[in-house]
Structures are given as C-alpha cells and as structure tokens.
C-alpha cells in the first residue's frame, strides 16, 4: 500500500512539474525551452545509463554496444508512432488529446523495447560466452552493425534521417520512465536473481559452481537492460523528432559508459549521478566550442588516473545516510 | 580490366599498411593486455607529421632521399608521443581494471583527434609527392612506384621488426613481459623499459604507415586514425591478438578482402566487411588464426 | 547403489596427462580422503567431476545419471557442491549474500515476481535469509554476517566456502584442501565440523587434502593418486604404511 501511494505522489509531482515547465500554468513560469531540453535529454540519458549499468556494473559483463539497441527501440518506435499512430488515435478518439497521444506513445515505446529485446537476445546469446575485451569488441561491432543496417533502411530514411515525428514524449513521460528504471533495476539487483549477477560479476566460475545458470543470467540481464535502452532511444525519437543514425554511433555508446564509470559502476545512485553531471559538464564546455572535446577527453583520462571507481564507487547514497558499524575481526570461534 | 591479379596487389599494398598498424596493436596488447584505442590516432600523427616535414624539404625534387628522411621523422617524432602517451596516461593506470586501461585509452583516442582538429585544422590536407612516379606493367597488373615503396618498406620494417624480437636482447625481454609481466620483473628484467619500448617501435611502425599512406592515397585528416585503426585493430585481431606474425597475416587478409569486397560488391561495404570479420572471428575463433587460447587456471 | 563412479577417466592437457584412466567410486554419506604429492592430479579430478573440464575418455556417473560434458551449473543443481583450492569467495558481496547466492538454484520465483514484489518472492526471500543465516550460525560466521566477505581472516573464508557450498543442498560435496594454512588447532575444529555436517545432512564428502592428521582423522577411505593415476585405495591405517604411497610422497629408498 505505501508503495502504491508513494508511486502516485511521484506520478503526480512529475504531472505538475511538467505542466509548470511547458508553460500550461502560465507563460511567466515556463522554464527556457533550452533548459526543458536539457533536462529531458538528462532523463533519457538516465534510462540509458541506469541500464546499461545493470549488465556492466552489476553483471561485471563489459558491454559498449548501448547505442545499437538505443537506435532499434527510437527507430522502430518512431517507425509505428509515424505509419499507425493515427490508426489509434482514431480508435481513441473518445480520450482527450493527451490521453490519445500518451496511448500511441506507449504503444510505439512498446513495440521499441520488444523488438530491442529480441536484438539484445540475438546477440548477448553468442557474445555473452566471450569475456573481458573480447566481449567489448564484439559488442562494439554488433552496435556499428545495427547502425550501418539502419542506415541502409530507406522506409526509416536512411541517410536522410528520419523526420516527422510527433513530438509526443515530454518531460512527464520521460521522467516517468527514467523513475521506472531506477525503480526495476532496484528490484532486480535486490531480488535473488540480482545476487546471481553480482556473484558473477565477482567470479563466475565460483557462481556456476554454486549452481547459477550464469548463461542464463546473463544473457536474460542483457536482454532486460537492452529493452531499456530501446525504451530511451523511443523516448530520445519522439522529444527530438528527429533521428538520424550519427547520433547512435560507438561514440554514444562510450558516452554512456563514460556516465556510469564517473558515477560508479554498481551504483544507481551513480548512474544518475554520472548522466546528470554528463550532461551538464558537456553542456557546460559548450562556449569552449572546440576547446570541449579536448578538455573532455583529458579529464576522462584524468578522472581515470585519480578515481576510477568514479563518484560513488558500489555505493549507493542510502549507505551514506545508514551509520557504518564498525565490526571487530571476526576470531576462530572455538566450537 | 582489373584482374584477380591486380586486385591481389592493391589488396596487398593496402594490406600492408594495415599490418604496420596492426603490429603496434599487437605488441601493446601483448605486454600490457590492453587495446590501445589511441594508436590509430598515433597513425595519424605520423601522417601529418609527414606532410609537415615534406612541407618543408618542398621546393627540392621528389626524390627517395627526402621520402625516406621524411618517413625516419614522423617515425621519430611518433616513437617520441608513445612514450609520452605511456608514461603520463597509461602507466598510471596499468594495474587498474580493464575498464579504467579501456576508459583511458579511449580519453587519449579522443584527445589527439580533437587535439589533431585544433592543431591541424580539420579540413584534409594534401600530401605532396615525395617520390618520383612510374608505373610498372606486368603480366596485365599495374604496378605503381607508391605502391612498390609501400610494400617495399613495409616488409623491410616487419624484417627488421622480426629480427629484433628475435634476435636481440631487448626482444627476448618483450617476448617474456608478454608471457608474464611479474615473472619477468622477478628476472631482473626492467618492465618499465620494455614497456616503453614496446609502445615506441609500435608507435613508429604507424608512423611509418602514415608517410606510407600519405604517399598513396594524398588525402589526410585529423579522423582518418579512426576507420585505420579499427580496421587494423581487426586485422590484429584477425592474426590472433598478442602475436606478431599474426598481426602480419591479419592487416594483409583485411586488405585483399576490402579490395575484394568493393571490386566485386560494392563499395558500400568497404568498412562494414571489416565488421563482420571481426564478428565471425570473435565468435567462431576468439583467439585468431595464430593465438592461443588462454586458460584460467580452477 | 554407487552415487558418484568413475570409471576410466582420463584428462589431458596437451601432452601432459593429468588424470591417467581413473577409477573411483563413492558411496552415499561417507568421509572419502583423496591424496597425493602435487601434481598427482587431485585438483583436476574435482574439475572434471564439477565439469569444469570435460574428460578426454571415461565416464562419470552420479546416481546412475552420465554427467561428463555437462556444465558446472547443471551438475551443482544435480547435487554435487564444492569448494575452491584458491579461495573464490564474491568479495564483494557480505557473507551472508554470499550464503544467499548458493540457495538460489532451489527458488522457485522468478525474475518477474521479483520485480512486481509478488507475495511468492517476498517470502521466498524470508525464508531463504533465515535457512542462510542458519547456516551461518553452524559456521560460526553469523557474527560477520553483514561483513564484506573479502574482509574475513583467512579461517572464515575458508569456512564461508564450505557454508556456501552446502547451501546448494549438495548430496556430495567435494572439499579442496580445506585444512590449507590452518593451525592443528583450527584443523581439529575443522575435523570435528566436517563430521559433525556430514553426520547432520548426511551427504557424502571427499576431500582432498595435505593434511595428513585430517585425512587420518576423519576419512573412513583414502584414495591415493600419483602422476594421474591411483596407487591404493583403501582405510587410512593401510593407506599409511602402503610402501607404493611412501615413495610417491618421499620418493624411492
């Protein structure tokens, strides 16, 4: 019951808040669109990293293929908000407007997370037996595949892009969502299956022999984080409106990897952390024009040198707020 | 009418770049089990410091004096960013996680193609010729100067590289970082050293595919490490990640089947071939055509 | 009938045989000891029975099923646990989610009740933590229970791991070198622990071990191996004065 509660609250603030930034309480309150903009793609940045943290910081499983399933879930979601979207708004006609175009907003987001699911399946099943780099290279080519395939589609537009999306995902929706993964991914690595991943990700040879399919956890964490990662190139589709596959090259992929290491790889908290300040850092060296790059890259290897654990390290910010009990060594009990 | 013949040379003189670059990827990966992303960027380097040197001997006639002084330069000058690249951003970071050794790498990838935009300017640039030209006709394949040289040179540096591996005291010492970095620190040898050195005659070698490239195909920019050093890191893997003449045998398969590929498909795949040999290796053969597999020890 | 039997088991690593036509059989709920100087192959036997590795020939029965090939996974949910030559704890994680992690080939609730929260997981998960914590209690590790397991000294790792191991509902557990940097004090607790689980749970143990006041102690029969293959089998008193396995361990007169 207090979760049901606390889940509308949320629902209700992200409600109010949305109405206050786009200006439907009043022009005077709205945030700048510029701003709205960056928070919104903070958000989906978010969905993005708290995913693809559950196969690397929790699974231990060395993914930097995101974008590829980033890109099938904006475009096959984009593809059936533009080609059937009317079809159900039609159908809906009975809703108000909004109620209509968050349906075929669900819907189209639906459809992209499946069909990046099935992507994720097909190859975190081969890929996953391979460790450390080689699962890394591999990954990296898979992702570069799915965005020269794509890019070769002419009914998403090829090398044109694709335009004309409806721009049906705003700050509600795509925070509501941002707060769903936090939420899933939580459940997931507190349940008993979590406890597999990380067992895996400590030794998976001692995991297999306590039992774990470690095949089966893994390529099933794969497949969830990747429909996540579906669900946050569909919301990335109808904000933007526009898609082109530069923005789903291995460079977002290290983007987002870059994202959770700052904020610590097997931590939420972290992934959030890193997304937000990602954003805001690269946002932040815009007036550096192209002084930003090369700043960027050279506090990445600094970050690196210093503290690779990143901000938050395992940790999550309830640890912070719990007192640390300080145990004595643990003696040889006689028996 | 190019023949199989013909798209065998170019294949090779292409192949022959790849395997240069190749080479650095594979002696890193060996000592240091790590993907050095930033060594394609290293090519590039090479590439522009080559056109700069060139530059400069400009006026004089294209002859194989100043091509040869302007590959020992960039070679030189890349020896020199290796080093620098390995002491400031690798060494710090070398018993860290994969991760953070891949993170790194990838900081310094970022930061000389940004750092080359700044510096260089992002436009391409044209290589000047170095070398006086001629074509050779034989048996209906045409040979160019260029790609004599490129052939030529490269298999006199692998030659060289070979021979010093094998040969030489240092080269043995390489030969045993990459078995197993603290056995051979407890041999007396100084890992440091090797290390550095490892990174220089890798870092040369791409250098010299650089000049080399230059010579070929004139064009340059500040990204073109990007799709060569993929590529080669392919080929390196290919050869079997870790093993020299593999790396050998890895860049000149890559660069017959990309000639292949867009002579008889089309030249939409050129770089997706690349992909999909590096897929069907790494889950059919992780360890390359020459590698071994490595086991860990239950 | 036999639980665990292997019969002509042979493993080999390139040239070096490691394991030389082994035959070995184990009865349900006994103390089988497995010795031999190194190198005689003890560890590699453990790996073929868990699957680690995959016999080159001979088979591998476990109550009359045919293992060899399987996974390590699929063989541990058949019932045969083990523990690490090498310490493989999840350093990570406490000991007590290192506890929970062994339990969870015998849940039922999957992934989606978990994260719907459905009654099934919630009280799955209760029930787990108290059989963990159980289990912990028989350790003697439940005051170290929120502890990073790669905190522990070196005692209680070893002990976590037999803990853990035995979380899997094992009905062999195979134990490598248990008795591994422990003083005789330790080793005697160790011995009286070893027997005082096999006579609670009832599972059959074989141990691998270099200890020989353990091996002598607890083990109702030793299996001797040398180079691969096995130099006597028989109760501990024989085994001792068996002239074969004196010079395997010092060598020939």
């Known amino acids: 019951m207090k979760g049901f509660l606390l889940a509308v609250a949320v629902v209700a603030v992200l409600f109010a808040a949305n109405a206050l930034f786009t200006g439907a309480l009043g022009a005077g309150l709205a945030m700048s669109p510029y701003l709205l903009q960056v928070i919104c793609l903070a958000g989906i940045n978010?969905?993005?990293?708290?995913?693809?943290?559950?196969?690397?910081?929790?699974?231990?499983?060395?993914?930097?293929?995101?974008?590829?399933?980033?890109?099938?879930?904006?475009?096959?979601?984009?593809?059936?908000?533009?080609?059937?979207?009317?079809?159900?708004?039609?159908?809906?006609?009975?809703?108000?407007?909004?109620?209509?175009?968050?349906?075929?907003?669900?819907?189209?987001?639906?459809?992209?997370?499946?069909?990046?699911?099935?992507?994720?399946?097909?190859?975190?099943?081969?890929?996953?037996?391979?460790?450390?780099?080689?699962?890394?290279?591999?990954?990296?080519?898979?992702g570069e595949i799915i965005r020269v395939f794509i890019l070769n589609i002419d009914a998403v537009g090829g090398a044109r892009g694709f335009s004309g999306i409806p721009k049906i995902a705003s700050f509600f929706w795509i925070y509501l969502f941002a707060a769903l993964s936090i939420v899933v991914v939580y459940r997931i690595v507190h349940s008993s299956f979590g406890r597999t991943l990380i067992a895996i990700r400590e030794d998976e040879i001692?995991?297999?022999?306590?039992?774990?399919?470690?095949?089966?956890?893994?390529?099933?964490?794969?497949?969830?984080?990747?429909?996540?990662?579906?669900?946050?190139?569909?919301?990335?589709?109808?904000?933007?409106?526009?898609?082109?596959?530069?923005?789903?090259?291995?460079?977002?992929?290290?983007?987002?990897?870059?994202?959770?290491?700052?904020?610590?790889?097997?931590?939420?908290?972290?992934?959030?952390?890193?997304?937000?300040?990602?954003?805001?850092?690269?946002?932040g060296l815009r007036e550096f024009a192209q002084y930003r790059m090369v700043l960027f890259s050279l506090m990445l290897v600094i970050i690196m040198i210093v503290r690779p654990q990143g901000i938050l390290g395992h940790r999550e910010v309830a640890s912070f707020l719990t007192r640390r009990r300080r145990l004595p060594t643990v003696p040889s009990a006689p028996l | 009418m190019t023949t199989l013949l013909q798209q065998i040379v170019n294949g090779l003189s292409l192949g022959s770049i790849y395997a240069l670059i190749a080479l650095g990827y594979t002696m890193v990966y060996g000592v240091l089990r790590l993907i050095n992303f930033a060594h394609g960027d290293v090519y590039m380097v090479g590439a522009y410091v080559g056109y700069y040197l060139s530059r400069k001997l400009a006026g004089r006639e294209p002859s194989f004096v100043s091509a040869f002084v302007v590959m020992?330069?960039?070679?030189?000058?890349?020896?020199?960013?290796?080093?620098?690249?390995?002491?400031?951003?690798?060494?710090?970071?070398?018993?860290?996680?994969?991760?953070?050794?891949?993170?790194?790498?990838?900081?310094?990838?970022?930061?000389?193609?940004?750092?080359?935009?700044?510096?260089?300017?992002?436009?391409?640039?044209?290589?000047?010729?170095?070398?006086?030209?001629?074509?050779?006709?034989?048996?209906?394949?045409?040979?160019?100067?260029?790609?004599?040289?490129?052939?030529?040179?490269?298999?006199?540096?692998?030659?060289?590289?070979?021979?010093?591996?094998?040969?030489?005291?240092?080269?043995?010492?390489?030969?045993?970082?990459?078995?197993?970095?603290?056995?051979?620190?407890?041999?007396?040898?100084?890992?440091?050293?090797?290390?550095?050195?490892?990174?220089?005659?890798?870092?040369?070698?791409?250098?010299?595919?650089?000049?080399?490239?230059?010579?070929?195909?004139?064009?340059?920019?500040?990204?073109?490490?990007?799709?060569?050093?993929?590529?080669?890191?392919?080929?390196?893997?290919?050869?079997g990640i870790g093993n020299v003449p593999g790396a050998v045998l890895g860049g000149l398969l890559i660069g017959i089947s990309e000639v292949m590929v867009v002579g008889y498909l089309s030249s939409t795949y050129r770089d997706a071939i690349a992909f999909g040999i590096l897929i069907l290796v790494l889950l059919l053969r992780p360890q390359g055509i020459l590698g071994r597999v490595q086991k860990e020890k239950v | 009938m036999a639980l665990l039997e292997l019969s002509g088991v042979t493993m080999r690593f390139g040239g070096l045989v490691a394991v030389n036509d082994l035959h070995l059989t184990l009865d349900p709920g006994r103390l089988y000891g497995l010795i031999g100087p190194n190198g005689a192959g003890k560890t590699t036997v453990f790996n073929v029975i868990t699957g680690v590795y995959t016999p080159n020939s001979g088979t591998i029965r476990f109550d009359g099923a045919d293992i060899g090939g399987e996974r390590t996974g699929r063989i541990t949910r058949r019932g045969i646990a083990r523990t690490f030559q090498n310490i493989r704890l999840f350093g990570d994680m406490t000991v007590l989610s290192n506890v929970k992690v062994a339990f969870h080939c015998r849940q039922e609730a999957g992934l989606a009740a978990a994260v719907l929260r459905a009654p099934k997981h919630s009280s799955e998960e209760e029930r787990v933590d108290r059989e963990s914590r159980e289990l912990l209690k028989i350790f003697h590790l439940e005051a170290a229970a929120e502890e990073k397991a790669r905190n522990l000294p070196y005692g209680s790792q070893r002990r976590l791991e037999i803990a853990r191991a035995m979380a899997t509902s094992p009905r062999l557990l195979l134990l490598d070198e248990p008795a591994a940097g422990m003083n005789p004090h330790e080793a005697r607790e160790l011995m009286d622990?070893?027997?005082?689980?096999?006579?609670?749970?009832?599972?059959?143990?074989?141990?691998?071990?270099?200890?020989?006041?353990?091996?002598?102690?607890?083990?109702?029969?030793?299996?001797?191996?040398?180079?691969?293959?096995?130099?006597?089998?028989?109760?501990?008193?024989?085994i001792q004065s068996n002239p074969k396995v004196i010079e395997a361990y010092l060598g020939g007169a």
Request: aromatic share 8%.
């Open chain 3, 193 to 238: 622990l070893i027997r005082w689980v096999r006579d609670r749970f009832g599972m059959a143990i074989l141990l691998v071990e270099h200890n020989m006041k353990v091996v002598m102690g607890i083990c109702e029969i030793v299996h001797a191996l040398d180079y691969g293959s096995t130099i006597a089998v028989g109760k501990p008193a024989e």
């Open chain 1, 46 to 142: 978010i969905i993005l990293a708290v995913s693809l943290n559950l196969i690397n910081g929790f699974t231990g499983q060395f993914s930097i293929g995101h974008a590829g399933f980033m890109a099938i879930g904006a475009y096959t979601s984009a593809y059936m908000t533009v080609n059937f979207g009317d079809r159900v708004q039609s159908v809906l006609s009975f809703l108000p407007s909004a109620a209509r175009d968050g349906a075929v907003l669900l819907i189209s987001l639906a459809a992209g997370a499946l069909l990046a699911a099935i992507a994720g399946f097909f190859v975190g099943v081969p890929s996953l037996r391979l460790r450390g780099d080689y699962l890394a290279i591999v990954t990296l080519g898979f």
């Open chain 2, 72 to 239: 020992l330069g960039a070679m030189a000058a890349c020896a020199v960013l290796g080093l620098v690249i390995e002491r400031l951003a690798y060494r710090p970071v070398r018993r860290a996680s994969r991760l953070t050794l891949l993170i790194t790498a990838i900081g310094v990838s970022l930061f000389l193609e940004n750092g080359g935009q700044l510096v260089f300017g992002p436009d391409p640039k044209f290589f000047p010729s170095l070398a006086p030209h001629f074509d050779f006709h034989v048996a209906g394949v045409r040979l160019t100067s260029e790609q004599i040289t490129v052939i030529g040179v490269s298999f006199l540096l692998m030659v060289l590289l070979r021979f010093f591996i094998m040969k030489t005291r240092t080269g043995k010492a390489m030969r045993a970082v990459s078995f197993n970095l603290d056995a051979a620190k407890l041999m007396g040898i100084s890992t440091d050293g090797i290390i550095a050195v490892t990174f220089a005659l890798g870092s040369a070698l791409a250098a010299a595919g650089g000049v080399l490239i230059g010579m070929q195909i004139p064009k340059i920019d500040p990204l073109m490490g990007i799709i060569y050093g993929l590529k080669a890191f392919v080929a390196a893997v290919l050869g």
């Open chain 1, 206 to 283: 001692a995991a297999e022999a306590m039992g774990v399919d470690t095949t089966r956890s893994k390529v099933i964490s794969f497949v969830v984080s990747s429909a996540m990662a579906g669900t946050g190139g569909g919301l990335f589709g109808h904000y933007l409106m526009y898609l082109h596959t530069n923005s789903f090259t291995f460079l977002k992929s290290i983007e987002i990897i870059i994202m959770i290491v700052i904020g610590g790889l097997g931590s939420i908290t972290g992934s959030v952390v890193g997304a937000v300040l990602y954003i805001s850092l690269t946002e």
